[in-house]
């Protein structure tokens, strides 16, 4: 039997006792039909065990449902703080790469103007150091010429001066 006929049997047996004739001078008391009401209770008490059973197995798929939604729940707020978290990390890491990547690329500028700068010096060192090497090749011809010719020594070049230049 179901859960609705224990119901209906309860509502039977309290219309049968309801409606039931008084009993004279016993004001609380009724007559009913024993057969009647013992087969209602009987059958009251054969539905029970089957209404409680099946209620305790409502109670326990409900409690198994909330449990699995807890769970389910759980897994669900432990995913979404691992993806907060691993955002979290992955902006720290895309702050800190850009932090080193702006410092990487001032010490390359810093050290490429450092670069030009020893090289355009040592550009210059060269080129002062050919002039003057060939400023004094250019007096020794001019001497070796005058002296060819049989005249005196040719007056010098000054050596180069840098600044001049």
Not at 24 to 42: V, W
Not at 66 to 95: M, P, W, Y
């Amino acid at each position: 039997m179901e859960n609705n006929d224990v119901m209906e049997l309860l509502d039977m047996l309290f219309g049968m006792i309801s409606e039931a004739w008084g009993v004279p001078l016993g004001n609380d008391k009724c007559i009913i039909e024993r057969e009647k009401a013992l087969h209602i209770i009987s059958d009251i008490k054969s539905a029970l065990p089957t209404s409680i059973a099946e209620a305790k197995r409502l109670v326990a798929a409900r409690d198994e449902f909330i449990g699995n939604a807890k769970r389910e729940a759980e897994a669900i707020r432990k995913s979404a703080e691992e993806k907060a978290r691993i955002l979290v990390d992955d902006q720290e890491i895309t702050r800190v790469a850009r932090a080193r990547s702006a410092e990487m690329i001032s010490s390359a500028e810093n050290k490429s103007a450092e670069l030009r700068k020893l090289a355009k010096d040592y550009v210059d060192d060269l080129m002062r150091q050919t002039e003057e090497s060939l400023t004094g090749s250019l007096n020794t011809i001019r001497d070796a010429r005058s002296t060819f010719r049989g005249g005196k020594p040719a007056r010098r070049m000054p050596a180069a001066n840098p600044e001049e230049l």
